[in-house]
Each structure stands twice: as structure tokens, then as C-alpha cells.
């Protein structure tokens, strides 16, 4: 590994000599400090959506639950052609009374359970109804619109796996099964603190110097999910003690702790000294991207400390790369890297080598291998955030690359996904 653990110190120019780690690096020793919740509760599945799964849940019924009709038509005793004699008709909600025999048939409306003896069943399109008799156009195959019993899910199967994050789809699944609650982590106890005497939250007070606090709602907004319980620690002043105390008071009763800014290696930057001082351990990682590069990583008691730059773009895309993992460990969720697309850019960029880059950018048409064109969204830089608001999602970069064309290979991370649960 090419760790830089400094525990219980921080040394500035130890830091300065450091190399840089890969995202890779850094996010598995991330994981690393995570031990998983092991406290669960029971939620009625509409408030499940979003939680992880905490153990397997096994089915206790067949799906279908009985034998049925896949479409309006007739169900006959028995499948080929021929003339079969209408002997009633059943709707969904209805059951069977007697079991049809060869050449018999009957009405049958979609979803209503076929009658034992059914072979197969013909769509009411093809087929022709005479003097009570139903005659089928073609060769109406065994089995033909017939649902069977368990063709989707037999009793005992496992629904859904512990450390599922659950969607619409569970939702979907676990209700057909018959089942009203689900057994689940308990939420991630996320605190979120910003520190700089230059912020202020916006309808306070502000005057010259003064900017408003853009990380910690962001950062609330990104960790707005289901599955977290997040306490606003508001701001705090470049203090060593002020930040001391809160970190320390914080770590008591939350898992993770996430502040942003006083990270680097500037002479306000306390939060290495303060994660040591409320006794905790810190290790500062300077990763190999573009834009943040400085981040800290470390504990408190059981608390994890995720330190994030203070520049915007760098704490969004941090926040990305390691909050998200640090939360999907804390609550053991499957892990689930970001989708990654192959993209091709439609700009001209020269770039000084070093670090791997992320940009917003959006997607401007289609290369002729069927691959998104990507195109910058205005300048980007770690605190702008307009081009951010524009784009579509994160371009990117590899280390090396000094020259992009228009056609050259990119990754894209896309923001949205319509199909996405
Ligand atoms: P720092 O990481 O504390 O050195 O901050 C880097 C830059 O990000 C500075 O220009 C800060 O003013 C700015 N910054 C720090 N925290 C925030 C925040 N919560 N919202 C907006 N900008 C911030
Ligand atoms: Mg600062």
C-alpha cells in the first residue's frame, strides 16, 4: 500500500514530501475503517426503499401463486387444433369449479385461474367462436399463455440478499410475496460540519471577506438518502479547540463524521491537529485527481473521519469517491462502483500531466462508434460552480494525458440515470 498513516500526528512536511495515491488506494483503506452496523429494525416496505437489506429474505410463497391465464381468451383441455366445447367463463378473482376435460373449453379473462385439466390457452384474437363451440386459427402449443405456479419464484427461494439496497423493484417483489415489513440496517449516523471563518450561512449576516457556507448544504444534499440520519454541526471557526470539541462531541453518537475544508496544509488548516487532539487518529492522503487532491481520513472513538477540501467541485467529487463508499461500508451495502461509460471528446484541451482530471461536461451528440461526445462545460476549476449546474456529468482524464483532440478517448461518470432506481 502507499499509505501515509501519520496516526496520532501531523506532520507538515512529511505531508508536502508525500506521494500521491490512486482514488483505488485511498477508497479501499476508506473501507478499511469502516466496521459495518450490526444494530437492524424492522420497516413497513414503504419506508424500506432506500435501506439495506440486513439479512436474506426467503420467499414463503410461489409466484404465481396459482396456475393463470396470461391474456383474454379461451383455456382448452387440450392443445393443437380442433373444437372445443365453451363450458363457462371465469374472470381474475374467480376460482374453477370442475377441471375441463379434452375437449372442452372455457372463457377466460387475464389473470383468472385456469381450470385443472388446462393445456394450454388461446388469445380470443386467434380464435373463432360458433354455436358455443371455440376453434383455434392455429396449432395452440402445450403450455401456450399459461402461467404456471413458481415459474417466477418457488417457496424458500431467496428473495433479497443482505446488504441489498432496497429499491421499487424489492418493493415490488417482496409485496407480491406477501410480505408487509423488511428487516434492515439502522440509518448511518452522519454529522456534517464546515469550518472557516470566512462562512456564513446565507440569511446571516455577512460582510467583507465573508462567503456563504456552499459545502455543508451540498454535502446534505448528496447524503439525502433513506439511508442516513443526518446532524448539521453548522459552521466552526478556524479554532483548533472549537473544532476539537465539536469533532469530540460528535464522534460519540455518530459514525461518520464529514467536515469540509482546513484539510491542506495552510496555517488554518486545524483539522488534522483537532481529529488528534479529540483523540482520534488521522492520516492525510493527497490523491492523484484533479481537483481533490487533499483529503483526511480517520477515526474518533468508533466515529470515521472523512475530512473533505474546502473548494466546492473538490469536496463534490470527494464526496463522491469516498463519502459514498465510507456510507455503503458503514452500512454494509454491496459495494457498487459508479457507472463508468466510454465517451469520446468532441474539444481540444492541453493539460499538464500529473493527475487524473475530472470536469463537468455534457454530452453534445453521438461519435460515429455510437459513443458519447463530450464537451466541456465552461472552464472548470475546484470552486466554480456553474459549469457544474451545466453539465451532464464528470468527464475524465487519465494521469498521463497532455493533449486531448476531438475524437480522443474520455471516461464519463453520468449524473442522471433515467432508468435509475
Ligand atoms: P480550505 O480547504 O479551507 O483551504 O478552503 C479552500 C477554499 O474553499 C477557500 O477559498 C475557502 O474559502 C473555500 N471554502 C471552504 N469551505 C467552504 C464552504 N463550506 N463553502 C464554500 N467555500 C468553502
Ligand atoms: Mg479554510
Known amino acids: 500500500m502507499e499509505p501515509l498513516v501519520q496516526a496520532g500526528c501531523c506532520d507538515r512536511d512529511t505531508e508536502r514530501s508525500q506521494k500521491l495515491s490512486s482514488i483505488e488506494t485511498t477508497a479501499e483503506r476508506a473501507l478499511q475503517l469502516c466496521s459495518r452496523i450490526v444494530e437492524t429494525e424492522v420497516v413497513a416496505l414503504p419506508d424500506a426503499v432506500g435501506r439495506v437489506s440486513a ?45 375441463l376435460n379434452k375437449s372442452e373449453a372455457i372463457r377466460i379473462m387475464t389473470g383468472a385461474p385456469v381450470p385443472e385439466g388446462t393445456e394450454c390457452v388461446v388469445m380470443q384474437e386467434h380464435a373463432s367462436v360458433e354455436s358455443g363451440y371455440v376453434s383455434p386459427t392455429f396449432e395452440v402449443p402445450v403450455g401456450d399463455n399459461v402461467r404456471r405456479t413458481g415459474e417466477d419464484v418457488r417457496a424458500f ?73 443526518i446532524t448539521d454541526l453548522g459552521i466552526e471557526r478556524d479554532n483548533l479547540e472549537a473544532i476539537t470539541a465539536t469533532l469530540k462531541n460528535a464522534a460519540r453518537t455518530h459514525d461518520l463524521i464529514i467536515t469540509s475544508g482546513g484539510v491542506s496544509v495552510g496555517e488554518e488548516d486545524h483539522l488534522k491537529p483537532a481529529v488528534v487532539a479529540a483523540g482520534g487518529s488521522i492520516e492525510s492522503w493527497r490523491m492523484a485527481i484533479k481537483p481533490g487532491k487533499p483529503v483526511a481520513l480517520g477515526k474518533i472513538g468508533n466515529a470515521v473521519y472523512l ?110 440515470a433515467d432508468m435509475g432506481l
Not at 446571516?204 to 439525502?224: C, E, K, Q, Y
Not at 455510437?370 to 451532464?392: N, Q, V
Open 157 to 229: 427461494d431467496t428473495l433479497v440478499r443482505a446488504g441489498t439496497r432496497l429499491d421499487a423493484r424489492h418493493t415490488a417483489l417482496l409485496t407480491a410475496s406477501g410480505l408487509q415489513n423488511a428487516g434492515v440496517v439502522r440509518k448511518v449516523r452522519v454529522a456534517v460540519l464546515s469550518t472557516g471563518n470566512e462562512l456564513r450561512d446565507t440569511g446571516v449576516g455577512m460582510g467583507p471577506g465573508h462567503i456563504f457556507d456552499t459545502n455543508r448544504p451540498m454535502l446534505r444534499a448528496l447524503l439525502s438518502s433513506n439511508r442516513t440520519e
Open 307 to 416: 475530512g473533505l477540501p474546502g473548494n466546492p467541485l473538490a469536496c463534490f467529487v470527494d464526496f463522491l469517491l469516498l463519502g459514498r463508499p465510507i456510507i455503503d461500508g458503514l452500512s454494509g451495502a454491496t459495494r457498487r462502483d459508479p457507472l463508468v461509460q466510454n465517451a469520446k471528446a468532441a474539444f481540444e484541451w492541453t493539460r499538464r500531466p500529473g493527475r487524473r482530471e475530472f470536469f463537468p461536461c455534457n454530452i453534445v451528440g453521438t461519435s460515429e462508434e455510437g459513443l458519447p461526445l463530450l464537451e466541456k462545460t465552461g472552464r472548470a476549476g475546484s470552486a466554480r460552480l456553474l459549469p457544474l449546474i451545466e453539465a451532464d456529468g464528470l468527464g475524465v482524464v487519465d494521469a498521463d494525458c497532455t493533449d486531448v483532440q476531438p475524437g480522443s478517448h474520455l471516461q464519463f461518470y453520468p449524473f442522471r
Open 55 to 99: 439479512g436474506d429474505t426467503v420467499s414463503l410463497f410461489s409466484l404465481p401463486i396459482h396456475d393463470h391465464s396470461a391474456v383474454d381468451g379461451y383455456a382448452l383441455g387440450s392443445s393443437g387444433k380442433g373444437s372445443f366445447r365453451i363450458v363457462g367463463r371465469l374472470t381474475a378473482g374467480e376460482t374453477p369449479k370442475d377441471a
